[in-house]
């Protein structure tokens, strides 16, 4: 009997295990992999538009599935230095730049066209989770899937 109830455990937790692995459909590249290159170069042009140059990523979330993705950074100076969100040159564009922002920290859709990562969207200091409207749920879904309603 004991035998029978623990290979109906063992089964139960492997399908489980299985379902979870299933359930996650993207992936994070590694660090020094020419992909995760790509992506970083693809959104460092508009963080130097925002933050100023140079900048380097801090990843909290990166993810993959296809040619979608979704990244989650924290910009800093070379070294680890912060960066003063009213010493950029978006606050020099735009005074409120630095008052409406939650954190300095810079979400951003990816889309692969052929060979190059695209950023579609992206937002430096998000006060709220723009990335899971609707428009990129249903075009992303397997990236942000946990900030999908559906």
Sequence with gaps: MKTWIAAVFLALASSVTASEVMAQSWYEPQRGTQERRDL????????????GA?????????RVSGDRAF???????????????SQT??????????????????????WKSGNVWVVVD???GATEAWWSAPEFCQGWYN???DYCSN
């Design 40 to 51: 970083m170069d693809a959104i460092r042009p508009h963080a130097w538009w925002k933050l």
């Design 54 to 62: 140079p900048v380097q990523f801090v990843v909290k979330d990166l």
């Design 71 to 85: 990244a989650w950074l924290k910009p800093q100076r070379p070294g680890g230095g912060q960066i003063d969100p």
């Design 89 to 110: 040159p978006a606050a020099q564009r735009d005074p409120y730049f630095a008052e409406d922002m939650w954190d300095v920290e810079l979400q951003a859709i990816l």
């Design 122 to 124: 992206h937002t430096v």
């Design 143 to 145: 990236v942000i899937r």
